[in-house]
């Protein structure tokens, strides 16, 4: 099985702060990687999908990168409303699997 | 628009079964693969199965494989998981998901049914 970890676990950040949160998987995964967001009571948002290509309707300042075993997300510029829990996901082979989450929580 | 709404969640004995639901609509159902997935209480995503287009195809995690069966009417835009022996640690909300048309991630999620495995 392929794990995902990713890190930190807990971030506090500010609003405006520029967050970057990395997902490693235990191996190569390709490009085969997506971020969700996910608030309290909620369903998961996807984010990024491909490690790199931004939903459509999610705003700019969310941005993914890598590929193989290292990937991060960014936010260029932390909005109130983006302090959720976030999750990487590796479809590359199954048993799918997710990251641990990282949330992200005003400092 | 898409939507997707699970139903039929609740609380079971260990040991016994339930049967979770998903109808779908806003979209063409025969054409996508679905997904369920699972998240216990204050812990993480999960996944735990999921089903192809035409029914033909079914993948489940380790855990769950030989208790618990996906299932699809493609007729009736709907999305089923029996789930049988069911344990305590399978206490969580449930999840359908529709993929993406290229099938390579969950892209439309549903709001989710909680099952709770008490006695």
């Known amino acids: 099985d392929i794990q995902m970890t990713q890190s930190p676990s807990t971030l506090s950040a500010s609003v405006g702060d520029r967050v970057t949160i990395t997902c490693r998987a235990s191996?190569?995964?390709?490009?085969?990687l997506a971020w969700y967001q996910q608030k309290p009571g909620k369903a998961p948002k996807i984010l990024i999908y491909?490690?790199?290509s931004l939903e459509s309707g999610v705003p700019s300042r969310f941005s993914g990168s890598g590929s193989g075993t290292e990937f991060t997300l960014t936010i260029s510029s932390l909005q109130p409303d983006d302090f959720a829990t976030y999750y990487c996901?590796?479809?590359?082979?199954?048993?799918?699997?997710f990251g641990g989450g990282t949330k992200v929580e005003i400092k | 628009e898409v939507q997707l709404v699970e139903s039929g969640g609740g609380l079971v004995q260990p040991g016994g079964s339930l049967r979770l639901s998903c109808a779908a609509s806003?979209?063409?159902?025969?054409?996508?693969?679905m997904s369920w997935v699972r998240q216990a209480p204050g812990k993480g995503l999960e996944w735990v199965a999921n089903?192809?287009?035409?029914?033909?195809?079914?993948k489940y995690v380790e855990f769950v494989e030989g208790r618990f069966t996906s299932s699809r009417d493609n007729a009736k835009n709907s999305l089923s998981l029996q789930m049988n022996s069911l344990r305590d640690e399978d206490t969580a909300v449930y999840f359908c998901?529709?993929?993406?048309?290229?099938?390579?991630?969950?892209?439309?999620w549903g709001r989710g049914v909680l099952v709770t495995v008490s006695s």
């Open positions: 998901a529709r993929y993406d048309s290229g099938s390579q991630y969950p892209q439309h």
């Open positions: 806003g979209f063409t159902f025969s054409s996508y693969w």
């Open positions: 089903i192809k287009p035409d029914g033909s195809v079914k």
């Open positions: 191996q190569s995964i390709s490009s085969r």
């Open positions: 491909k490690a790199s």
């Open positions: 996901h590796q479809h590359y082979s199954y048993p799918l699997t």
